[in-house]
């Protein structure tokens, strides 16, 4: 089946800093979604992109869609404590109606 | 309003019970979906109802049996699980099966004695 690689595995940032994530894969998605998981809950949605080159912003999260349909990546501006987590990225092959998880980024943020 | 409801939160079961996960949602989601996730790992697709027909299993053995009896409700019944089969059961709903975006429901935390 279709693998997205998605980085950093994990990561420690300051509170305050700006974080990255991406994801890649060799197959062309037509749907990338961003979802951030607590301990012990169920995904949230974050961010939903449908178009390649697209740029979304929510709050301080902005996603793009890569030119290529290959990749996706996520930024976190101004990180605070709340944004502590696993973040997965997840897409849409074309000619699939499931979705392709990544493997998640835990994001640790030091008040 | 974009809530999944789950119930219950935790389940502690021994091999030979039988016990029901029950998920909810009113937003007219006509899709909806069974997702098993272990530790530090994605989300695994086990089940996709689109309008209460069962459309996709993916090879989940049968003592995972899902029921949809209307458009909000989704049903997992479980009967003689593994220990392995401890994990964190998720519900999602989308749109139809067209919509990628999923809503997920906060999960039934599983632990099979």
């Known amino acids: 089946g279709q693998q997205l690689n998605q980085s950093p595995q994990s990561m420690f940032i300051q509170e305050g800093e700006d974080v990255s994530m991406n994801c890649t894969s060799s197959?062309?998605?037509?749907?990338w979604l961003w979802y951030k998981q607590d301990p012990g809950e169920g995904p949230v949605l974050l961010i939903a992109?449908?178009?390649?080159?697209e740029l979304t912003s929510n709050g301080r999260l902005t996603a793009q869609f890569g030119i290529t349909r290959k990749d996706s990546f996520l930024n976190i501006s101004a990180s605070i404590p709340s944004d502590v987590g696993i973040y997965f990225c997840?897409?849409?092959?074309?000619?699939?109606?499931?979705?392709?998880f990544g493997k998640g980024t835990k994001l640790s943020v030091i008040p | 309003d974009t809530e999944v409801t789950q119930t219950p939160k935790h389940l502690v079961m021994g091999m030979t019970n039988k016990k029901s996960l029950k998920c909810e949602q009113h937003?007219?989601?006509?899709?909806m979906y069974w997702y098993k996730q272990k530790a530090k790992k994605p989300p695994e697709l086990m089940f996709v109802?689109?309008?209460?027909?069962?459309?996709i299993n993916e090879s989940v053995p049968s003592r995972f049996s899902p029921e949809c009896p209307n458009s909000s409700l989704l049903n997992l019944h479980l009967h003689a699980l593994q220990p392995e089969d401890s994990a964190l059961y998720l519900c999602?709903?989308?749109?139809?099966?067209?919509?990628?975006?999923?809503?997920f429901g906060p999960g039934t935390r599983l632990t099979v004695t």
């Open positions: 999602a709903s989308s749109l139809d099966r067209r919509s990628y975006e999923q809503y």
């Open positions: 197959s062309i998605f037509n749907t």
């Open positions: 992109l449908y178009k390649a080159g």
């Open positions: 997840a897409g849409q092959v074309a000619g699939s109606y499931q979705l392709t």
């Open positions: 937003m007219g989601h006509r899709a």
């Open positions: 109802y689109s309008y209460e027909k069962l459309s």
